[in-house]
């Protein structure tokens, strides 16, 4: 009788466990954010003057490994999330998987990386490729800054209202695994790279180049790659 008790009470737990899981799972799965492996919810708006994404427009992407599906999405460049709209609600990738998503009538894309900021800061997100080859790209973190309202000092002022405003893109150099921070001030690209310093300044004096100019920027990135 006792034997037969202790086989109930461990077929009732097993039970349990089997319909926990069942109901977990039967509330917590959305088939597409599954397969495409993504995020919740994208974040909620907030009400300020300009915009937080690179183009307000949803446009037609591909994500790859789903090369047959044309999705479309935008890039919210203030918290670095690639938002993907699929009719019933929008949802955001998750950074910390790997994605490339290409905007198809740009040729865009853009690719999760772990990397560090100017101030050593480790991130994985979004960065926009800008060129590469087998050895090397250039990788673009689009921004996009949030200031928050002013409220006026005296009663002769006006409130200045919130708004997002689009700042100076960083760039970033990727060889083999490494991605490394280039810095768009001369200086301070040189000091970056304090060996190669003589040879990079030749180069940009020989061709009028600017490291302020994105095409420029490129031919110097490049330039740097094979020293």
Known sequence: MKLTKNISAIAIIVLGVINFGYSQGATSIDVATEKLRMSADASKPIDAQGSPYVDDNFLPVKVKGFDNQIFTGRFNAYNGEMEVNLGTKIIALDKS??????????NKIYRTFSYQTEKGVSKNGFLAVVD????????KQEVVKYFERIEPLSSYQQPKPAKFKRENDFYYLKKGNKITFLPTKKKTLLKAYPKQAK????????NKLSTTKEEDLVKIAKHISTL
């Open 132 to 139: 590469e080859s087998e050895d090397f790209a250039i990788l």
């Open 199 to 206: 040879a990079i300044k030749a180069f940009i004096k020989e």
């Open 97 to 106: 998987s790997d994605y490339e998503v290409i905007f198809t009538q740009t």
